[in-house]
């Protein structure tokens, strides 16, 4: 059963920085495409960032340059470092697998407010 923690989300002012981390267990990030996603009140769950087997990034247009996936295979976990936050990004934070749903966990909280 595969299982997905995330954690290290907060309040934090604009321009600051958050890293959030998410515990996988039940698959290897090293043999499987992962991805942060986000959900926002009132809006539909979207995909942030996303990592391939070959280590190749991806990013929402409006994080790029700002935001930064990694895994650590020794770990087995997914990583996401956000620099310069905006109050835009406010949102539950979530990883899963990039097209293979697995049951959500619980998200991390992301709040960027002055």
């Known amino acids: 059963q595969v299982q997905l923690v995330e954690s290290g989300g907060g309040l934090v002012q604009p321009g600051g920085s958050l890293r959030l981390s998410c515990a996988v267990s039940g698959i290897s990030v090293r043999w499987n495409p992962m991805a942060w996603y986000r959900q926002a009140p009132g809006y539909e769950r979207e995909l942030v960032a996303s990592?391939?087997?070959?280590?190749?990034?991806n990013y929402k247009d409006s994080v790029k340059e700002r935001f930064t996936i990694s895994t650590d295979n020794t770990k087995n976990t997914v990583s996401l470092q956000m620099n310069s936050l905006k109050p835009e990004d406010t949102a539950v934070y979530y990883c899963?697998?990039?097209?293979?749903?697995?049951?959500w966990g619980q998200g991390t909280q992301v709040t960027v407010s002055s």
């Open positions: 899963n697998h990039l097209t293979i749903y697995y049951k």
């Open positions: 990592i391939t087997l070959s280590g190749d990034t």
